[in-house]
C-alpha cells in the first residue's frame, strides 16, 4: 500500500511540473504603491488601482475575457464608492483635460446626475483621458495630456529629448511597468509599424484613431498585464504572452477587413487581437528626472450631499439629486 501511495504522488508531482507556470496578477500588490519613489511604479500603480475599482475585469492571453460588472454610464458605485458615470468623468477633469469634457467640462455637472454629461461619457471615447489622468496623477515628467492617444505617440516620435517615452516596434523591445502599448483602431487598413512611422513623420498629419494600454507588470517566459480604459466599456486588465527573453511572444493582430467574431468563426474572436503598431518606452529615471516637472493634479472634484429621508413606514430613502427648486412666492398684486 504504501509504494502504491509513493507511486501516485510520484505521479502527481510529475504531472503538476508538467503544468504551464502562471504569472500572478500583479495588481492587487501594486495598488497600494501609488506613492512609490518611481515613476514606472506609479503609473502602473494608479492604472491597477482603477482596474481594482472597475472590480478587476480581465481578457486571458487567449483573448477570453471576464465581462465587467460595471460599465461606464451606470449610476452603480465603483469598489471606492463612485459612481461609474461620475469617475469616467473625472477622468477628464482630473487629468486636465476639462477643455475637451463636453457636458462634463464644468464641476457642477458632477454634483448630480446629469442626463449631458452622462451622454458625454457614452459617446466619447475616454481612453485617452484615461491615460492622461494616470500619468497626471504618477506624476510622469513631461508628459503632455491628451484625449487621443495619436498626440503623445506623435510627441515621443518628433520630440524624443522633451518626451518621457521613447518609441519602439512592438516586438523590438521588452515590456515594462509603466511602459505604453498602442494600436491603431482601423478595420479596412492594417498599420505596421514602419507604415504608422510613416504617417507620424508627415508634416500634415492631424490625427488618427489609436488605443494604448498602461503595462504593469511583465515576467520573462509568462505574460505582461496591461490595463487599458474605456475597453469594453471599463478598465480592464490584458494579460499578453512573453518569450524566455522577456520579448512579446508575437502579438495576435487583426488583419484588414478581417470577418467579426461570430459563432460561425469563434476564431476571430480573440479581444487580444488588435492592430499593434507602437510601444512607447518609459524613460530611465535619470532621464524623466531632466524633463519638465509634471503639473500639480487638479483636486478631486466635491460628491453632491447625500440626502436622506424616512417614510411613514420607517423605510429611509437616500438620494444625491437635487432638492426640488422652491415654488415661486404668490403674487402679492391685489
Sequence with gaps: MLRLLTTVLAGLLALI????????????LLRAQVAAPDVATRVAAYACKENQNWYSPFIDADGRGAGPS??????APLADGTEAWRKVALYWLEGGLAGAAGACADARSLQYPSSACRTFVIDTPWSGAFVSWVMRRAGV???????????????AYREPS??????????????????????VRSAWRSYGYDDLAAILSA???????????????AMRGGSAYLVGGNVQQ????????????????????RRAYDPECSPDLPAYCNANRQNWAVMLKLKPAAELARLAPPPAPVPSQPQAPERCATTASGIR?????????PAAPADATP
Design 317 to 325: 430613502i437616500c438620494s444625491t439629486s437635487p432638492p426640488a427648486p
Design 234 to 253: 471599463t478598465v480592464i486588465l490584458r494579460q499578453l504572452k512573453l518569450d524566455a527573453n522577456g520579448y512579446f511572444s508575437g502579438l495576435p493582430l
Design 162 to 183: 522633451q518626451s518621457p517615452y521613447l518609441v519602439q516596434a512592438p516586438l523590438s523591445g521588452k515590456p515594462a511597468p509603466g511602459d505604453l502599448l498602442c494600436s
Design 70 to 75: 460595471v460599465y461606464e454610464a451606470e449610476n
Design 203 to 217: 508634416p500634415d498629419n492631424d490625427g488618427l484613431a489609436m488605443h494604448c494600454d498602461i503595462v504593469v507588470g
Design 141 to 155: 515628467p513631461g508628459f503632455r495630456v491628451s484625449a487621443g492617444h495619436i498626440d503623445y505617440v506623435r510627441r
Design 17 to 28: 511540473a508538467m503544468l504551464p507556470a502562471r504569472a500572478a496578477d500583479p495588481c492587487p
